[in-house]
């Protein structure tokens, strides 16, 4: 039996920003049939700031949320209220982009410009602390007259090692990072304010990070860097780890001698008391357990290295916090839709289910990540084909069914007679157990090659929170392997998983 965690603490965080805004009761509604625990709501800067556009920065009180345009506030506040009353979990990713009037001076002239060039500290410390007030639990917004639910659980900026979201990366021909100075005044700022508003680590999940999985080695203004530079970076570290000193750490916005030095992780609370460091993890199409070898990615393949990176980071300055890791952002685009860059519809089910199967492993991760429910637009310029559905709603074979009811056998061939470890989870499970109260059982099934016909060879009560559950089981021959769980009335289904016994 392979090792595994007694109680998982495995979440699932599924993001679907279009229903959610859409239509927010049905797609949580949506999101809850299926089991999710926990749905990532984006709240962006300039989409609550007031004259968003305006290179002036607006006369108003930024700490006070009855000061923002109170229409600007309406579908956020909406999304909280009814999570909350169909009790799914959000988190809350606060960042990207900046109001036009928030951004540093000396950014390259364009067409548009850049809003996420060198965006104030301090401007974004009173919006976060402005979001603390309003979702502390006790604040009624005017002309209301009960209090808006409580947010517990955030995590700060977007991608911050992509230009898109924060600029510039690196200067010097990319030889010195940028990014990480910016993130880390933004970090210290944004902690402030959710201390400040009662929102602590002791109360509240806060993470840090949501790096994007890859970049390049000369990311320049606005291209990406490679998430474990920007750690060691953002941490004011060298690549043996050592903390930087002299002329390096003073053109990385980092304590230039040991003295100061030492005073380091009590200036940057955020960096070592985070809740945990969450990233995306995207595989590029390849399996989850199959890395691309290229040094500094902390893609699926490669979240070993996140974090032994972010170990050494800690180690550095004599903490030893081994932070857990947050899942935020995972999928694979599929073909169908996209036969350029996407996996056959199965191969992406397999490849899902393995993910999420490792994780569950890993004691260091703690959540599993879906991004995306329904695909972009045929045609739209998003790559991101990552839905369980396709962009007319049908449910896309395979995939759907791997999310809702996840099977994995980590070895599907063996001798005639040999037990296999079958791996799997009911995600809806958990849910239908508190709404019932009866027990919830899921039945593993075998179709020999010959037959086709399925019949159950074994019951498990399914008892983990989060539906999870392992066991080793017998099969008669080769054949098919999937589960069947009827909790809901109407049976349903697992993907297929062929095994070869002889």
């Known amino acids: 039996m392979v090792p595994h965690r007694p109680v998982s603490d495995l979440e699932s965080i599924f993001e679907a920003q279009g229903p959610l805004r859409a239509n927010p009761a049905q797609a949580l509604a949506t999101l809850k049939a299926l089991g999710v625990d926990r749905v ?28 923002y345009p109170a229409a600007n506030w309406g579908i956020y506040d909406e999304i909280v209220r009814d999570a909350a009353a169909i009790g799914i979990g959000l988190d809350v990713t606060v960042g990207a982009p900046p109001p036009l009037w928030a951004a540093g001076p000396g950014g390259p002239r364009r067409a548009k410009p850049a809003a996420q060039w060198k965006p104030s500290s301090v401007d974004f410390g009173a919006f976060v ?30 991608e911050p090692n992509y230009g898109p979201y924060l600029a510039p990366q690196a200067i010097e021909n990319s030889n010195v990072e940028v990014s990480p100075r910016l993130y880390r005044s933004l970090l210290d700022a944004a902690w402030r304010a959710l201390l400040e508003t009662g929102h602590t680590p002791r109360t509240d999940t806060i993470l840090i990070g949501e790096t994007a999985p890859r970049g390049v080695f000369r990311p320049g203004d606005f291209n990406g860097m490679l998430p474990l530079r920007f750690i ?93 890791i947050y899942s935020t952002e995972f999928g694979y685009r599929t073909d169908p839709p996209n036969a350029t860059y996407g996996v056959p519809l199965a191969t992406a089910a397999r490849y899902l289910n393995q993910a999420e199967y490792l994780s569950w492993l890993n004691p260091r991760i703690r959540s599993y990540d879906q991004y995306l429910l329904i695909d972009p637009p045929v045609g739209g310029d998003s790559l991101f084909v990552t839905g369980l559905e396709f962009a007319d709603g049908r449910p896309k074979p395979d995939v759907y069914d791997a999310f809702r009811m996840p099977l994995y056998l980590p070895v599907t061939h063996g001798s005639r007679g040999s037990s296999l470890l079958v791996w799997g989870c009911v995600r809806p499970a958990p849910e239908a157990r508190r709404r019932t109260g009866r027990a919830q059982r899921v039945a593993i099934q075998f179709a020999p090659r010959r037959s ?45 998983q062929p095994i070869t016994l002889r």
């Open 452 to 496: 086709g016909r399925f019949r159950t060879v074994r019951t498990i009560d399914l008892s983990d929170p989060h539906g999870y559950f392992d066991a080793d089981v017998a099969f008669p021959g080769s054949g098919t392997v999937r589960l069947e769980w009827a909790g809901s009335g109407t049976p349903v289904y697992s993907r297929l």
């Open 232 to 324: 060691r970076a953002l941490y004011c570290v060298g690549e043996s780890f050592r903390p930087l000193r002299g002329a390096a750490a003073t053109l990385r916005g980092c304590p230039s001698t040991a003295g100061a030095a030492s005073r380091f992780v009590a200036q940057n609370p955020g960096l070592f008391d985070a809740s945990g460091w969450a990233d995306h993890p995207y595989p590029d199409q390849q399996a989850p357990d199959q890395p691309e070898g290229i040094p500094g990615y902390a893609d699926f393949p490669s979240l070993g290295d996140l974090e032994a990176t972010l170990d050494r980071a800690a180690a550095a300055y004599r903490q030893h916090p081994h932070m857990p």
């Open 40 to 67: 990532r709501m984006y709240l962006p800067w300039d989409q609550l700031a007031p004259d968003p556009t305006s290179a002036a920065a607006p006369d108003f009180d930024a700490f006070d949320p009855a000061a």
């Open 129 to 158: 602390h402005a979001l603390g007030v309003r979702y502390s639990g006790h604040y009624i917004p005017p002309g209301a007259t009960t209090a808006l639910p409580r947010i517990d659980f955030w995590s700060i900026w977007n």
